[in-house]
């Protein structure tokens, strides 16, 4: 396997200004006809005469070089594409290829989805369509024509203005689409089928129509609604949060079942999994709504970030990606207006950067969010060049501020508009207007690994001051073995006894200081800091927001948590003293159940669980996380070793305690918290029934009767799927003899229905097995085969198989290692099926080192069984696992 490196970047030798595509579309076999207009580049020197043009998978039919067939002789056709040599002037090249979408069970270039003929190019998918330049720095206009069976594919679409559209002989017809705008080859895309749409004229700021659709099949139409609003609401964001308007006439959404990730932002023709697009009460949760919205925004802001400036090469992928996470995320915070909803929004998107992202900078895969190698580029849309990527783009806005930061934005945009660039223009735009140095910032770019930030204080009672000593370090990671500190903000406050933000004075500084939230900056492996004029011992609020992505210790004592759960006027500090109070409940249980010690859940951490749960300033979505339980997995990660038999049964246990403590609490919010009347999925009713069925779960968990009989009744008179599935899970992980029929009830309901039946496997695969049932993993064994089970749709894989390797320990972790013979088989299923969704479910065992001894072996003997049949491994799973084994 080739490894590419970022320093071994070279500009192409060639550029291509325009290319005509013509396609003769069957499922069976497609013809291509590939015109392009080719030019020497300069800025290459003619260094390299030769053309090289990717392509993988394809038949080649014939090359023309200006109008006239070329030579054998002078090209050049390999497993990588085809090489045509001596092209030194400005010159026609004509390609005709043909390929299968039939036989393309990767999803990677054009394929069939039930009827549909769909493509997906990022990263490299246009290759496996005709052979190009497949790589983003090289941008042309495309003129598309299309030809097909008008019964078969009544429905023909591509990037750009559709422009003649004609009947030819045969029952075929043609549609031509024009872009105006240079595009890399990743964001062509192509659709074909029966299809329907919701559409609408949209009036832009500058007084322009703009035509929206929302395409689908005919059965989806009715899940179309919020797909389209969101749209709406993303453009008027964009023009309004950062004066950036829709470039195009025409802008249309595609909604897919097979899609291999969520959502695709080719230009002007947006293309989804229908997971991400498709919602209505009886499909979608509220989580479902919530999640839809964000996407829709994040690939529409991809336009500009991402489209109208696109990437050097693969290695910025960050420079899109991070930017636009940050930008979707943005969005969803202003949709939710509300300070309180904001604040459960970010810590949602902490938590998910804490289950999945940390683990990641901490394995053996560990990148930095601008990576330097890769083996394969798909393996690289890593959590950690999404979601860290925004965090770092946060911390600038935050060290800068946000009118800087939207001049530096501003600035950004327009030098670099239409072209391809690197992560340096982005750095250099905020410079530029910020007139700092963020060289230091920059490292952020570079290092990979969660930095520990660790803090101790020190308060001198007879002088009043407090002196704060903060350390930097960051864990050595692959090919990184030492690191240099970084630039962040860490805003922190000091609050009195009674929770009020203090004046904050730094030795040195004169007048009286100002009370609020004190902004911060580390720099150094390690500082300190003194403030002075303190009227009383503080209690420290540090890394507010969870401004900086980093793992934080302290040094607070249990009490001064507890008083942070109780009174921090930062809603995500408040939290995050809960929710790390319970995680330490959760170890310390773990490790006093494996040292055979009897232990005590601390009742004060008890207590203020209920406090929380009736202190009536909280809104219910905010009671909702605050008292979730941290996931076993979480747990897990703040553990030397993972044992997690042991985590899962003292999960339980404090569950469980919490459960009993505050039980009439519970009980009380489960029935204060209904929701009734038509159904809405915005955040205040839908966090009453987070709250509410988080209430149930407790109860249920306390061993009560009455829990149990609602809980069966809101199964049956649900109108909404947020309640029907909460109650659904519930029953399945109760030892209720009801449930078997609850299950079937709703699986005859919903097999019909792909977005639910997803959400059953769902259910299935994270569910808890109790004595004399059969294992989970027999369940999803028997799923697998089951008919309604598709190896080959990445939703059902992403549904019955990902969560069972990834979110649901105590049953995939058998000491037996029979869970990882089963990740084995289905890594070589998945490997000759779709390498990008094997090489995803292959990562679940990249973390075998963690896991206590006789686990570990065990993982790394499915490992070696994998790595055993190399010669079969596509470069995708292959790179996985020899990362996973060094
Ligand atoms: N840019 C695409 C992701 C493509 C993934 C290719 N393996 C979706 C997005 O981030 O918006
Ligand atoms: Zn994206």
Not at 524 to 553: C, H, M
Request: proline letters at 5%.
């Amino acid at each position: 396997v080739q490894t590419i490196r970022r320093e071994d970047y070279r500009a192409p030798a060639h550029l291509i200004d325009e290319v005509r595509l013509e396609f003769d579309l069957d499922a069976e076999s497609t013809a291509v006809v590939n015109t392009m207009h080719v030019r020497p580049n300069p800025a290459a020197n003619g260094q390299d005469a030769s053309l090289f043009l990717d392509g993988e998978d394809l038949t080649l039919v014939s090359v023309a070089l200006d109008g006239k067939p070329l030579d054998e002789s002078r090209y050049t056709l390999s497993q990588e594409g085809l090489l045509i040599r001596d092209i030194r002037e400005p010159a026609t090249v004509t390609i005709v290829n043909r390929f299968s979408p039939a036989a393309n069970t990767a999803l990677s270039g054009i394929y069939v989805s039930g009827q549909t003929l769909i493509s997906q190019c990022e990263a490299q998918g246009f290759r496996r369509i005709t052979f190009y330049m497949d790589r983003p720095d090289v941008l042309a206009k495309f003129t598309t024509v299309i030809r097909a069976s008008k019964e078969t594919f009544p429905v023909l679409l591509s990037n750009g203005n559709a422009g003649e559209a004609k009947d030819l002989e045969d029952g075929r017809h043609e549609v031509t689409f024009v872009d105006p705008f240079p595009k890399p080859s990743y964001l062509f895309a192509l659709v074909a089928g029966q299809l329907v749409c919701r559409e609408e004229k949209f009036r832009l700021k500058d007084g322009r129509l703009a035509n929206l659709s929302v395409w689908v099949e005919p059965q989806d139409l009715d899940k179309t609604e919020h797909t389209l609003e969101s749209l709406k609401k993303a453009i008027r964001w964009d023009e309004e949060r950062w004066g950036l308007e829709l470039d195009l006439d025409d802008f249309k959404i595609v909604a897919t079942k097979d899609f291999n990730f969520g959502a695709m932002e080719n230009k002007g023709l947006n293309i989804f999994n229908s997971k991400c697009a498709l919602a209505n009460p009886n499909v979608a949760t509220d989580e479902d709504y919530f999640h839809i919205e964000s996407v829709v925004g994040h690939e529409y802001f991809h336009n500009w970030t991402g489209d109208r400036i696109t990437l050097r090469d693969w290695f910025q992928l960050t420079l899109k990606e991070g930017l636009t996470v940050f930008r979707d995320q943005e969005f969803s915070a202003d949709m939710l207006g509300e300070p309180s909803a904001r604040a459960v929004q970010r810590i949602k998107d902490v938590i998910s950067l804490r289950a999945a992202q940390f683990p990641e900078d901490a394995s053996p895969m560990a990148h930095p969010i601008r990576p330097d190698s890769y083996q394969e580029i798909n393996n690289f849309y890593t959590m950690t060049v999404y979601e860290k990527g925004a965090e770092v783009i946060r911390m600038l806005q935050t060290l800068l501020g946000r009118d800087t930061f939207r001049k530096g934005f501003d600035e950004y945009i327009a030098k670099n508009d239409g072209s391809a660039v690197t992560c340096e223009a982005f750095l250099e735009a905020m410079t530029s207007v910020s007139k700092r140095d963020l060289r230091q910032f920059k490292r952020w770019f570079s290092q990979a690994g969660t930095p520990r930030v660790k803090v101790r204080s020190n308060w001198n009672e007879e002088e009043k001051k407090l002196t704060l000593s903060v350390s930097q370090t960051t864990p050595s990671t692959p090919g990184q073995p030492v690191k240099q500190p970084f630039l962040m903000p860490f805003p922190v406050a000091l609050l009195n006894g009674d929770g009020i933000e203090m004046p904050v004075k730094l030795e040195g500084e004169s007048g009286a200081g100002v009370a609020g939230t004190r902004m911060l900056e580390l720099t150094e492996n390690s500082q300190e800091f003194v403030f002075v004029d303190l009227a009383e011992k503080p209690i420290l609020s540090l890394n507010r927001g969870f401004a900086a992505p980093i793992i934080l210790d302290a040094g607070l004592t249990r009490e001064e948590r507890l008083f942070l759960a109780a009174r921090d006027g930062d809603p995500f500090n408040r939290w995050d003293a809960m929710n790390g109070l319970l995680i330490e409940a959760v170890r310390d249980e773990t490790r006093a159940r494996l040292l055979h010690e009897p232990h005590d859940i601390d009742p004060r951490l008890l207590e203020t669980v209920g406090a929380i749960l009736k202190d009536e300033s909280l809104s219910p979505a905010f009671k909702a996380v605050a008292l979730a339980m941290p996931t076993e997995k979480i747990v897990s990660e703040t553990l030397p070793v993972i044992d997690p038999h042991a985590v899962h049964a003292a999960w339980v246990a404090v569950r469980n305690a919490i459960a009993k403590r505050n039980l009439s609490a519970f009980m009380e919010a489960a029935e204060k918290n209904v929701t009734p009347g038509e159904y809405d999925p915005s955040a205040e009713p839908a966090g009453k029934r987070a709250l509410k069925n988080l209430a149930l779960g407790y109860a249920i968990a306390a061993g009560n009767a009455r829990a149990t009989i609602l809980v069966k009744d809101q199964f049956t008179t649900a109108t909404n799927l947020t309640d029907k599935l909460a109650a659904l899970r519930l029953m399945v992980n109760s030892q209720t003899p009801a449930k078997e029929d609850m299950e079937v009830d709703a699986l005859k309901a919903w097999a019909g229905e792909p977005l639910l039946l997803n959400k059953w496997l769902q259910i299935q695969s994270t569910a808890s097995s109790f004595a004399g049932e059969s294992l989970v993993l027999e369940r999803v064994r028997e799923l697998v085969r089951c008919d309604f089970f598709s190896i080959r749709n990445p939703n059902n894989v992403y549904s019955l198989l990902m969560p069972f390797f990834t979110a649901n320990p105590a049953e995939f972790h058998l000491p037996d290692g029979s869970g990882y013979a089963f990740w084995a088989e289905m890594v070589l299923e998945l490997n000759r099926i779709n390498p990008q969704v094997a090489s995803r479910v292959a990562r679940a065992l990249e973390n075998w080192r963690r896991y206590v001894s006789p686990l570990a072996s065990r993982m790394h003997d499915a490992l070696e069984s994998v790595y055993a049949r190399r010669e079969e491994l596509s470069p995708n799973v292959l790179e996985i696992i020899e990362k996973s084994l060094n």
